[in-house]
């Protein structure tokens, strides 16, 4: 596998490696804790998972955490799941994310973005100011450390003020899209039964506005938990009977108050979707996260104040979250509310131009998508400003890295790509950037610092150069504390721990190469994972099975050679139910308003039955494997499935796509 690239296609220069904060942090470790002042980042990644507790204390000392209460220890008990970071050690993340206000209060923090494209700054000061008068707001609310704080918002400067404002009184924050169907968010949010909505009435996408107020209406009816509801008037509507205005919370000049919780208070929940049950509830902790997007953003983006930071998102990724936690570099990140590819596919170039982005994060199908409409980013916009081109949300196939590459490299730039791979579980990436590393085409740079990321056969023998399951055998700090609603932690360990005990199974196909980068190979699961974003394939079940025509579903997600992904549905009919044009569009119409637009799936195919296994489970991973050319006696265990005549069918869909 390594020797297939032997070449890189890009190398950071002399200069860019000087200047680099990983370059200077390694110096200043070297001094004061002992790391290797020699070998570069393969020797101070390996010095950070040799000397874990070390590397972590180093990060809080370089980044001058405020612990308001000195901590014990680094890392109180290692097991996983269970270890216990910084105990003793009181904090605030929110306090954290603010600091800049300080001193550069008249500099944006935030540049907003909407479907005008026209950047509209929220300084650091007036950021600090609607923190401040929110968070006292929700106090006289009554809400207090561990209550849960909701938002069904786009992504907008309201939704990061609530964030924080949550963060600083010690609630914990939770958000979904609006795109996302009532179903959707209510499988989220009532499993952790939040006591504040803040909503808009509508959003708008694509040149379109999107009215959600019977959709609001409909949450506030079903989340019986709630104590408030904060309308922000999105499309200026009035807000709805018994709804604060946000203009009335947020109106105050009072000075944030910091709540200061321990390292492992909860600070935000989030959620990914399996192929069984609701979406897992993953709860991160106020420290675990500051010191964890410390590290990501401040060492391997190389973010600091100076920068500006766009990563195209939304509110239901955990890509937000982490473009929030630009602020705790004191960079100021860019907000952008709207659709990807409005008016025209080159919509976020434009948007990195018009805010001076100097890191632009994408993700790896938007990149592919303007590759294919002959967009071209550097010759029509200025994007001098831009330092990193960054992807997630599927690994970035080689095509895509030379199509940035020449395109940056004919206007004379010298771009340096990050293609990033983590997941919500961590709310932070295994591997990726790293600004003083080549970059080779198809492969993310490296491991990250503190993260002891191996791929690992069935039997646990670590493998290099062959594709294996991405394990992590030491703890990080933003691993989930626990999930919602998981008493006994037998979902947490079943998510993550079964397969090797004590250590993390993502669920990513992974390949750490013999010259220290990595390739991501896509799910080892069947969780659907359309650009970045986890779906349940049971959600998707449940809606369309609803429909009498339907009997039984099966949908899969399979990533293609060319860095797309197909996601087809199939379906078996109920009887006399004839797939028409009709029932396709009701079927469409039903997964895109009931879950979201992303849900609907690429392809709606009849099928004459769904296999299943003798325990009576969908075969969902046998069938992936059969779509990506696994022949049947590989793909399957014959003796597990209730009726092997059905796959054939998809072993001939498969030669016909081939
Ligand atoms: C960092 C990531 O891994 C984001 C994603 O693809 O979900």
Redesign the pocket.
């Known amino acids: 596998m390594s020797t297939a690239n032997p070449q890189p296609l890009w190398q950071p220069d002399p200069e860019r490696i000087a200047k680099a904060r990983i370059t200077r942090f390694q110096a200043w470790a070297a001094e004061h804790h002992g790391a290797p002042a020699e070998g570069g980042y393969p020797a101070l990644h390996r010095w950070s998972v040799d000397q874990l507790d070390t590397f972590w204390k180093a990060v809080t000392e370089w980044f001058d955490v405020r612990f308001s209460t000195p901590y014990a220890r680094v890392l109180d008990d290692r097991a996983m799941p269970g270890a216990r970071w910084f105990p003793g050690a009181t904090l605030n993340y929110a306090e954290h994310a603010l600091r800049a206000a300080a001193d550069r209060a008249g500099e944006p923090a935030l540049l907003c973005v909407d479907e005008t494209h026209e950047p509209r700054p929220v300084t650091w000061s007036e950021l600090r100011r609607q923190v401040g008068s929110l968070a006292a707001g929700l106090r006289a609310l009554g809400v207090r450390p561990g209550d849960r704080v909701s938002g069904y918002l786009p992504n907008i400067p309201q939704a990061v003020v609530a964030l924080l404002a949550s963060a600083a009184v010690g609630a914990v924050w939770t958000s979904c899209a609006p795109d996302f169907g009532a179903r959707s968010v209510l499988d989220r949010f009532q499993q952790v039964e939040p006591v504040v909505l803040f909503t808009v009435d509508g959003y708008r996408y694509g040149g379109k506005e999107h009215d959600r107020r019977e959709i609001v209406a409909e949450l506030r009816r079903e989340l019986p938990t709630l104590r408030a509801v904060v309308h922000v008037p999105l499309l200026g509507t009035e807000a709805p009977e018994g709804a604060l205005e946000w203009s009335a919370l947020t109106a105050g000049d009072t000075e944030p108050v910091y709540e200061q919780v321990p390292f492992d208070h909860p600070l935000w929940v989030l959620y990914s979707s399996g192929t069984t049950g609701l979406p897992k509830a993953i709860v991160q902790s106020q420290g675990g996260i500051l010191v964890e997007h410390l590290k990501q953003l401040g060492l391997h983006c190389d973010l600091g104040p100076g920068d500006r930071f766009f990563w195209y998102t939304s509110t239901g ?3 937000w979250n ?1 473009l929030v936690s630009g602020l705790l570099t004191g960079t100021t990140i860019v907000l952008y509310d709207g659709s990807p590819g409005h008016p025209d596919t080159g919509a976020q170039w434009r948007i990195a131009e018009r805010t001076g982005a100097t890191l632009y994060g994408t993700s790896a199908a938007y990149v592919m998508a303007c590759r294919k409409a002959g967009v071209h980013p550097a010759r029509d916009y200025d994007l001098s400003r831009v330092d990193c081109v960054a992807t ?3 690994p970035l196939p080689p095509d895509g890295f030379r199509w940035l590459h020449d395109e940056f490299a004919e206007s004379g730039a010298d771009l340096w790509i990050a293609s ?5 579980d961590v709310c ?2 295994f591997a990726g950037a790293v600004p003083t590393l080549p970059v080779y085409t198809g492969e993310l740079q490296a491991p990250a610092l503190g993260t002891d990321l191996h791929s690992w056969d069935p039997s646990g023998r670590p493998l290099v150069d062959e594709v294996g399951e991405l394990v992590v055998t030491q703890p990080m700090p933003s691993m989930p504390i626990h999930f919602w609603n998981d008493p006994d932690g037998s979902r947490y360990h079943h998510s993550y721990f079964d397969t090797y005990p004590g250590v993390w199974r993502h669920g990513d196909w992974i390949t750490l190469t013999s010259r220290g980068s990595v390739i991501i190979h896509g799910r080892s699961d069947s969780t659907l ?1 359309r650009q ?1 974003v ?1 779906m349940g394939s049971a959600d998707i079940y449940e809606v369309v099975e609803r429909l009498p025509e339907i009997r039984e579903s099966l949908v899969i997600g399979v990533e293609q050679p060319d860095g797309g992904y197909w996601m087809p549905l199939f379906v078996h009919l109920a009887p006399d139910a004839v797939l028409d044009e009709n029932l396709l569009n009701r079927v469409k119409q039903a997964i895109r308003e009931q879950l979201s637009p992303r849900h609907v799936p690429d392809e709606i195919i009849e099928v004459p039955g769904i296999p299943h296994t003798l325990t009576g489970k969908r075969i969902e991973v046998p069938v992936k494997r059969l779509l990506q050319g696994t022949p049947l006696d590989k793909a399957v265990n014959p003796g597990s499935i209730d009726n092997l005549a059905l796959l054939a069918f998809y072993e001939e869909l498969a030669r016909k796509r081939a």
């Open positions: 990724w955990m890509m982490f997630t949300g599927s990033v791979s983590g997941g919500t932070s990436c994972n970045g986890r």
